[in-house]
């Protein structure tokens, strides 16, 4: 009887404290963020732009935790978005661009020489048969049957109306507040009720479930993290783990100024675009704040792994208006919709306590797949089963060891498709893999391939192809490999009807 | 050492015994059902409007539950929500008509003879001071604080844009999907995508989160079914008490048709309109089913408390086009926005196994109100602070035993608020009170008072007034009484600038 007594109180025990220890995860994504748009310097030194920008929580977050340097996402915002909730790569899943809003619409410039490549354009569904989607099993899902509390907040943008994945809630999220399926809201201003005006004609950017800030002085990034510190209430109160996807519309277009912090940046001599982004970017630096400060508050912030990062490379085009095209990432090259580091390299920090160790920095290169098995192996989640095939690794042993020599691996970036109506600096039909320090840029309509040396020089200013063809060659098949293994999408040229050669079939005569 | 076992395991085990037995309350709401659309006979006999519907899981309902016949709302929606979720009496929270979507904007209709009220016309608000708001703790709030999973989904409507109860999340939810500021959808088509349609204007009604079912044809009715299933699962995977407060669109106009059930009520003779209407309230009747079905399933069907109810009367309107004016709720006289039965005696069906006895009646009164202290009773909260005075009384000694003799007491309904352009039978400036059998209407424009004894006289077509004078004088007194306690807003003579006098103050020489 005794020991009947001692098994069950230490079953019972033992499940509580297993059921405590589960820590929880914050994803703060940030929406097109460069790599230079925080005062924390991501580079080996402190750039102007550094200068520009006032971000303190992003600084205690740095400090605090792990700065990653050589972080990873996608050119632009949905292949990101799905390859984060699913753990493949872009060219694996085919959301290869954003999707449109509406379904069964492409969201690809038309072109005189490509036709377009059979993309996913609807983005992602966790249901399968659906027309023109990635079938993948998210995280959210997995973690929601492991006993997490699923919160998303934000952005959303997965997957297009009509269509599954246009709601979070089929994503594995319980919570879904302000998500819907654009991209970016019509405005940011309550003043504007964010984009639900009477009066003018229905606009699918409005924002939902921000009504209460509805003709209020309420920026839209203070408005969803006062909404996602109320989703927190619950799991906090009845100590269950939570996952909360803090996904900020900000900074995307449109710009509008966020009053609290646009005189400091006025003052400090900016143009009144640039203080208006920069005013974007410390709201949302406020937000990390804020929910940093809460779960402290809530004595929760010791056993919660908080993850920063952005989605894509700053915006760099001229109808930004905020300075020449292509240097708003300086030191980085281009920015979003290029598969150069401007567009594709952008600001990660990891805090864990008791495993991160503060102040660290890791320079070993992460990609936003690897999200899905960190986190997953983050919440102690041994067996799962998905229908797709995991492309990521999990970082893990990197937040334990930041300077642990990892094995070797290639990453891949894969763009079939015509983001913009001209193409720019590796915007538009490239795709591009990088191994340790080399990376390789393949141009599909001419079939170009160029070799940069990242550490020795950031900014892709020198194409090392003609010094190397070994080093090409070597690449090329590599990347070829892996987008026929994975059978990815790559556009038609129109004269022949013929897909664009793989970057080792290129005829050795263009090259 | 081994007592402290023992303690250990009694302590946990209880603990966990505990959590498991509070049950899971679902409130399923349908709007603007009358007490005969539905073929449950809330009446003493089966009328012809029984015959008309098919309501085949309210029969089963009925059948597992108890069928309330005497169940009271209010005569319109926002009123009915706020009354509910605070537990008090309309009179007391002051929203005596429908919030307007957008904050500051009065409902009422302008009339000649009366001023305005000063009603709440914002609606409910979980926060003081804030201007024309009902400012009270709403009781998801605290069920939510008591581990509870608060859910809502479909119709929200308790506030206006603008004020924090414009969010089910101010109000104690956890979840809110579909939810908005305004009194009904667009549309209940998928193929309009519920209102949200590029090239039109944005209307406020246009449905969110439910993007997933844009151009299908899925009804507004099933989509947001689907969505609330999609709610449970993590409550009941992770055996957590939950609330779902399911509350449906339908059958409020537009009329729309579920094209699931419209060729049955065709075939029946039904005219087009009321086909649709009749498929409506189908609509609403699988949804109902689909969700007892989910909790059998998920076998927690055990656990959980089922009410259903309507938040007010059927409409009765010449306009709505269903036969002649106010003669969709007979045997009970007026609709929708009347004070006599018709527009506020609504089917109410309580289920809880293991308590509630199968196919039991209570002719017991039981209001809005009473919902308050209910759910809270039941959800085994017995200690909780609230700022307002809460009217209501729990009915869980009736569910325990229908024929139990509970104390008598007075009902109320206070409409000092012009609801529509022409006033109709019950409908505009109005109260009314009823104790045991007797009901006393005041009609507020000139002061007349109209008595009637409703057990022999359900349809209140005979006058009792002039016949019974003291009784008129001491339900006028109470009336008045409870008006004065509780502040009731109360429109004003524009020829005077006086409001218009308590029932127990009108002169005599007018009546």
């Given amino acids: 009887m005794k020991r009947l007594f001692l098994l069950i109180a230490l079953i019972l025990s033992t499940l509580a404290t297993e059921a405590q220890q589960r820590p929880n995860i914050v994803v703060f994504v940030v929406d097109d963020m460069g790599w230079m748009d925080t005062s924390v310097p991501f580079a080996n030194k402190v750039y102007p732009l550094n200068e520009r920008y006032h971000t303190p929580n992003m600084e205690r977050l740095a400090r605090e935790g792990m700065k990653f340097t050589n972080a990873y996402a996608t050119p632009v915002c949905s292949p990101t978005r799905v390859s984060m909730l699913t753990g493949m790569n ?48 998210p995280f959210p899902q997995i973690l929601k049957e492991h006993g997490y509390i699923t919160l998303h907040v934000g952005k959303a943008h997965w997957a297009s109306a009509g269509t599954p994945g246009a709601s979070p809630h089929n994503l594995g999220f319980m919570v879904n507040l302000a998500g819907h399926v654009a991209g970016r809201p019509y405005s940011y201003l309550g003043e504007d009720n964010y984009g639900n005006i009477q009066g ?33 209430e619950a799991p906090i109160r009845n100590n269950q783990p939570f996952f909360l996807h803090m996904s900020q519309f900000a900074v995307h277009d449109p710009y509008n100024p966020d009053r609290r912090y646009m005189q400091k940046y006025l003052d400090a001599g900016l143009s009144q675009i640039d203080a208006m982004y920069a005013s974007m970017v410390e709201g949302v630096d406020k937000s990390l704040g804020d929910i940093m400060d809460y779960l402290e508050k809530k ?43 401007g567009g594709i390299r952008v600001p990660m920090l990891v805090k864990w306590p008791g495993v991160v ?12 797949e690897d999200y899905f098995p960190t986190i997953l192996e983050i919440a102690q989640v041994e067996k799962y089963e998905v229908v797709q095939q995991v492309d990521g690794m999990s970082f893990v042993p990197l937040l334990k060891s930041p300077n642990k020599k990892a094995a070797e691996r290639a990453l891949v970036w894969h763009v079939p498709n015509k983001w913009t109506s001209d193409d720019g600096p590796g915007i538009n039909y490239k795709s591009a893999i990088r191994e340790g320090d080399w990376k390789l840029v393949y141009h599909m309509r001419d079939g170009k391939l160029e070799l940069y040396n990242l550490k020795a020089d950031l900014g892709e200013t020198t194409d090392l192809a003609a010094k190397h063809p070994k080093r090409v060659k070597a690449l090329a098949t590599k990347l070829g490999q892996r987008l026929r293994q994975w059978e990815a999408p790559m556009p038609l040229f129109k004269s022949t009807g013929k897909p664009v050669p793989m970057p080792d079939e290129v005829p050795q005569s263009i090259n």
């Fill in 90 to 137: 872009a060219a694996n899943h085919g959301v290869t661009n954003w999707a449109m809003p509406f379904k069964n619409q492409n969201s690809d410039n038309p072109d005189a020489q490509l036709g377009f490549a059979a993309w996913n354009i609807n983005g992602l569904s966790p249901v399968a048969g659906i027309p023109r989607t990635a079938y993948a099993t």
């Fill in 200 to 232: 003018k004609p229905y606009d699918v950017h409005a924002v939902p479930d921000v009504a209460e800030y509805f003709g209020t002085d309420t920026y839209l990034t203070e408005a969803i993290t006062l909404e996602a510190l109320k989703t927190l």
């Fill in 299 to 341: 004595g929760v912030a010791g056993n919660t792994l908080f993850i920063f990062m952005s989605d894509n490379g700053g915006l760099s085009l001229a109808y930004a208006g905020r300075g020449k095209a292509h240097t708003q990432n300086l030191p980085l090259r281009a920015g979003k919709g290029s598969v150069y580091e």
């Fill in 357 to 368: 160790r503060p102040s660290t920095v890791s320079h070993f290169p992460v990609i936003i």
